[in-house]
């Protein structure tokens, strides 16, 4: 089955063709950092302008570079939420219209299960169940325990900031750039580790749920506790912060699946891309099978969208709208 997916929830607009949930046909991607970046963070307004600016002109693109015809797409998927509302709005509108004007299925996604799915794109084989599952991303840190798609138990969430969020807000306080994550991940592999006595703890917090926000505060006071943060300090603040946040969300999440007695572990959303994080949770591998998507596929993408839209459709007919939470 060759599923088309789109993807608007936020900055990327990104369309792909995927065949039955995991064979990537073709994938095209545009993405608005370097617009947002120029605000420190998303500004909704500007990335739904930036989506319906170019959505049309992506998918007809797409077609063209996969040298196929409409005809042979059978599927379109669609994230309906959870995201921007104005953003969703504008690849929902698109898909509904092409659905209707070409006669084909139409499906929603939901937006974290296709996080999830992202592990089954180009792997050998799909995701087995049941599995323990930390879904990090920039709105969202949960640990579920997923029977299957549709059965789908949270375990833990945080219960301020997503760890993506606290990644791009100490970014900023470090006077790097938008999304934080992948600046903070390249900062701190420079540490020398020369300073090791930051005033930073692992938040106190029942069985499986999140806090970052009293580690922001923290290194927020920190930071304004230094005349002059020179780039040493700042590499090594780095590295003891993406430390905290990366034993905390891997603890966490072994702890689950040793207390569910589950030998899967799949890690998905913008977060699960951190080199630190995986190498903390390859540590276990001889104990759990853990799957992570390839690098590419961590963040947002419309990949990760048909494959959804064949593992987990929402929706068996086109009434659907959209939501943000
Ligand atoms: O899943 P995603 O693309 O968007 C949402 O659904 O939110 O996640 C984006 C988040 C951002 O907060 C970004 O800083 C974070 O994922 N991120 C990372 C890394 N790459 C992206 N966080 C830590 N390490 C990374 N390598
Ligand atoms: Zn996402």
């Known amino acids: 089955m060759l599923i088309l997916g789109i993807e608007s929830s936020c900055d990327e607009t990104s369309v792909a063709l995927v065949k039955d949930g995991k064979q990537i046909i073709e994938e095209l991607t545009?993405?608005?950092?370097?617009?947002?970046?120029?605000?420190?963070?998303?500004?909704?307004?500007?990335?739904?302008?930036?989506?319906?600016?170019?959505?049309?002109?992506?998918?007809?693109?797409?077609?063209?570079?996969?040298?196929?015809?409409?005809?042979?797409?059978?599927?379109?998927?669609?994230?309906?939420?959870?995201?921007?509302?104005?953003?969703?709005?504008?690849?929902?509108?698109?898909?509904?219209?092409?659905?209707?004007?070409?006669?084909?299925?139409?499906?929603?996604?939901?937006?974290?299960?296709?996080?999830i799915c992202a592990n089954n794109l180009n792997?050998?084989?799909?995701?087995?169940?049941?599995?323990?599952?930390?879904?990090?991303?920039?709105?969202?840190?949960?640990?579920?325990?997923?029977?299957?798609?549709?059965?789908?138990?949270?375990?833990?969430?945080?219960?301020?900031?997503?760890?993506?969020?606290?990644?791009?807000?100490?970014?900023?306080?470090?006077?790097?750039?938008?999304?934080?994550?992948p600046e903070i991940e390249k900062l701190a592999k420079q540490s020398q580790n020369n300073k090791k006595d930051f005033p930073f703890v692992r938040p106190k917090i029942n069985e499986f749920d999140f806090s970052f926000s009293g580690l922001k505060t923290a290194v927020l006071r920190f930071i304004k506790s230094q005349e002059y943060l020179d780039p040493e300090l700042k590499a090594d603040l780095a590295k003891a912060f993406q430390e905290i946040v990366c034993v905390e969300l891997g603890d966490k999440l072994i702890k689950a699946a040793r207390k569910y007695k589950c030998k899967n572990i799949v890690i998905a959303g913008g977060v699960s891309a951190n080199t630190r994080l995986r190498e903390f949770l390859q540590d276990f591998s001889e104990e759990f099978n853990i799957s992570a998507p390839l690098l590419k596929y961590c963040t947002d993408n419309g990949a990760m969208v048909a494959s959804a839209a064949y593992f987990c459709p929402e929706n068996s007919n086109s009434n659907f709208t959209v939501f943000s939470r």
């Open 123 to 181: 792997k050998e084989k799909e995701q087995d169940f049941p599995f323990i599952c930390l879904l990090a991303s920039g709105g969202h840190t949960q640990i579920y325990l997923v029977n299957s798609y549709s059965d789908m138990i949270i375990l833990g969430k945080t219960l301020d900031d997503s760890a993506g969020e606290a990644f791009d807000k100490v970014a900023r306080m470090l006077g790097l750039n938008y999304p934080g994550g």
């Open 30 to 115: 545009i993405s608005q950092i370097d617009l947002h970046r120029l605000y420190g963070g998303i500004i909704p307004e500007l990335a739904a302008r930036e989506h319906s600016l170019h959505i049309d002109s992506i998918i007809f693109e797409l077609i063209e570079k996969a040298n196929i015809s409409w005809a042979d797409i059978d599927r379109i998927g669609v994230v309906n939420g959870p995201g921007l509302i104005s953003s969703l709005l504008v690849g929902v509108i698109a898909a509904k219209t092409l659905a209707a004007f070409l006669k084909k299925e139409i499906v929603s996604v939901n937006h974290l299960k296709a996080h």
